[in-house]
């Protein structure tokens, strides 16, 4: 049994991690890919771009996210299919800490949890404070918003670095370079409450959200329902969004989480944690088409731009101001 095991290649050995790295590749090019349109769709409408400014955010950091995992994919697999005997198997922690994808995961994780965060907040002030919702919530309030997050994410990655360079530098860590292994037990574990809590709490604001514009509805006299109509149909777009984060990603972190603290899983195990991290970046686009009329919409004008555009026209949005523009000629010869 041993001779055998001597004379397995590292391919054969490492062969349910690497498989892992496939995905790895595969889930983040998809992220990229249902993400950069995403991104595109929102831009493209000016009031869209306002309207939904912490969405285009989330899918930025989402799209860093599926970067993140398609190049630790690909240097992960390299290194584990070039390995020999005589590989290394040990080097420097700031070595590690200074690869691309470490820095990508980092960031890939805080900032959409933050955003998400965000939404959350804004969704739980707009049913809850209406009034102070209507008079202080636009899109500079938005965009200040979109600017806490950033700051906050990379401040966050900056300590990382920091941290490494300063205590830890010269250890030794695993070549394949994890996020523990570069940034070390206690950072790690801050990455993690940032990750979990930032999705988990902006579930239970939205889910409170949710059941008070139910109230609501019921309550009220039947001319303020088609506002609150409004609302919940919002509310209900960020709860599926919160819903599959705190899914997808705050159950498999804690159990990531865990690993370094309280219990030992298997490195196939944690690979495939982090592959449904992965998946996490690609269901919003889903859950737009379903539950978001303006991006279904605006979607659709995307795909049948082609066809029904004038020569001269850069934007589906001079098509709708050309039709609005025409339709008040219109009535003002009706007028006349």
């Not at 990382?160 to 205590?167: C, E, K, P, V």
């Not at 950072?187 to 990750?195: C, E, G, L, Q, R």
């Not at 066809?307 to 009535?331: C, E, F, H």
Request: with cysteine.
């Amino acid at each position: 049994m041993s001779q055998a095991n001597v004379t397995q290649t590292p391919e054969q050995m490492y062969a349910a991690t690497l498989l892992s790295y496939k995905l790895y590749m595969a889930i983040g090019g998809t992220a990229i890919f249902t993400n950069i349109i995403i991104v595109i769709i929102f831009s493209s409408s000016s009031q869209l771009r306002v309207k939904y400014q912490l969405l285009i955010a989330l899918a930025t950091g989402d799209l860093i996210n599926g970067v993140a995992f398609v190049v630790a994919g690909v240097t992960k697999q390299r290194l584990i299919l070039s390995m020999t005997y005589g590989t290394v198997t040990m080097w420097p922690v700031w070595s590690c800490a200074t690869e691309w994808y470490p820095g990508l995961l980092l960031l890939g994780a805080q900032w959409p949890a933050c955003v998400t965060l965000l939404l959350g907040l804004e969704r739980f002030a707009a049913v809850h404070f209406p009034i102070w919702y209507k008079v202080n919530m636009n899109g500079t309030a938005r965009f200040k918003m979109v600017v806490i997050s950033v700051v906050f994410s990379l401040v966050s990655l900056g300590i990382a670095f920091a941290q490494t360079y300063i205590f830890f530098g010269k250890n030794l860590t695993v070549f394949l370079c994890t996020i523990s292994g570069a940034y070390e037990k206690y950072y790690t574990t801050w990455n993690y409450i940032v990750t979990v809590f930032g999705h988990f709490f902006a579930f239970v604001l939205n889910a409170s959200a949710f059941l008070t514009a139910k109230s609501k509805s019921r309550l009220i006299k039947s001319g303020l329902r088609a506002e609150i109509g409004k609302e919940i149909t919002l509310v209900r777009l960020m709860l599926s969004i919160s819903l599959v984060s705190a899914l997808l990603i705050s159950i498999p972190n804690i159990i990531l989480w865990g690993q370094s603290w309280v219990w030992k899983i298997g490195i196939n195990v944690s690979g495939y944690l982090y592959v449904s991290f992965c998946a996490s970046s690609v269901i919003n686009i889903f859950i737009y088409i379903f539950f978001n009329k303006d991006f279904r919409a605006q979607l659709f004008r995307f795909i049948h731009y082609d066809k029904w555009s004038k020569p001269g026209d850069t934007t589906v949005d001079a098509i709708i101001v050309q039709n609005m523009a025409m339709s008040t000629k219109s009535q003002a010869i009706i007028v006349r």
